[in-house]
Nanobody, 117 residues
């Protein structure tokens, strides 16, 4: 497994932007597919976006497509989630995850995002 630490959450007004950062350590970062998930109060965990080790062919949930962008910097063991046009329903705890062989097996502790109306 790889250790993951997220940062960048906070309070933002609707329509604003935030960039989340996830730094990985412990294993060869470039071997892992990376992803972002979130859990809103009272809801189940939701997949948001993923990016393979090459950094191409990113995949997005319909709920964030066109507003969120995932990217990675393998040289610095970091994955980002740029979030634009934020809505109150984007309020959640956001988690970074790493996958090998199709399984999400490493998770960060989460960073909280609150979008005010």
């Amino acid at each position: 497994q790889v250790q993951l630490v997220e940062s960048g959450g906070g309070l933002v007004q609707a329509g604003g932007s935030l960039r989340l950062t996830c730094v990985a350590s412990g294993r060869t970062f470039s071997n892992y597919g990376m992803g972002w998930f979130r859990r809103a109060p009272g809801k189940e965990r939701e997949f948001l976006a993923s990016i393979p080790w090459r950094g191409d062919a990113a995949n997005y949930a319909n709920s964030v497509k066109g507003r969120f962008t995932i990217s990675r910097d393998n040289a610095n063991n970091t994955v980002y989630l740029q979030m634009n046009s934020l809505k109150p329903e984007d309020t959640a705890v956001y988690y970074c995850a790493a996958a090998r062989q199709g399984t999400w097996d490493s998770w960060g502790q989460g960073t909280r995002v609150t979008v005010s109306s």
